[in-house]
């Protein structure tokens, strides 16, 4: 490698929750630099979360956080050519981008959703993937289909 690895930034944790997980959902989430208005429609969403959820013992942080780890992929197909052939080789998924991952899957599949405000639409997300159910979980486990398809070329791992 020619290039020096570049040094990974440190990302301060959000206001309210005091959470660096939330501001890495957060920057996510933003379009066009508006951090704030991120910041209102991730906040908007646990509200509601929490008005659905009046009879759990969670808090909507808690419950966010359990969603998000129901549809963190543990495994992942990559390309790899050998001889002319491409093989989709399953590797594990290192923490961070597995966290990354998680988080992009479920604002992906909260912006398709269709109608209402995006605070709606995410609140809906969060809570089929802490139902285990919903297009982010689905994307997960089809990761995991994938990847246990193509076991057999799991020694071309690099």
Request: charged residues 35%; hydrophobic residues 35%.
């Amino acid at each position: 490698m020619r290039k020096a690895k570049p040094k990974k930034r440190v990302i301060l944790p959000d206001p309210r929750f005091n959470d660096t997980k939330v501001s890495k959902f957060v920057n996510h989430l933003m379009y066009d630099g508006k951090k704030n208005t991120s910041y209102e429609i991730f906040y908007k969403s646990l509200e509601i979360v929490t008005g659905k959820l009046q009879n759990e013992e969670k808090s909507a942080l808690e419950v966010w956080k359990q969603a998000l780890d129901n549809i963190t992929p543990q495994v992942e197909v990559k390309s790899r050519r050998i001889g002319g052939a491409t093989f989709q080789v399953p590797t594990e998924i290192r923490p961070d981008r597995k966290e990354s991952v998680s988080m992009k899957n479920l604002i992906l599949y909260a912006r398709k959703r269709g109608g209402k405000s995006m605070a709606e639409k995410l609140a809906a997300e969060i809570m089929d993937a802490y139902n285990n159910q919903g297009g982010a979980f689905k994307r997960k486990e089809d990761m995991h289909r994938m990847a246990e398809a193509n076991r057999a070329f799991a020694h071309f791992r690099f």
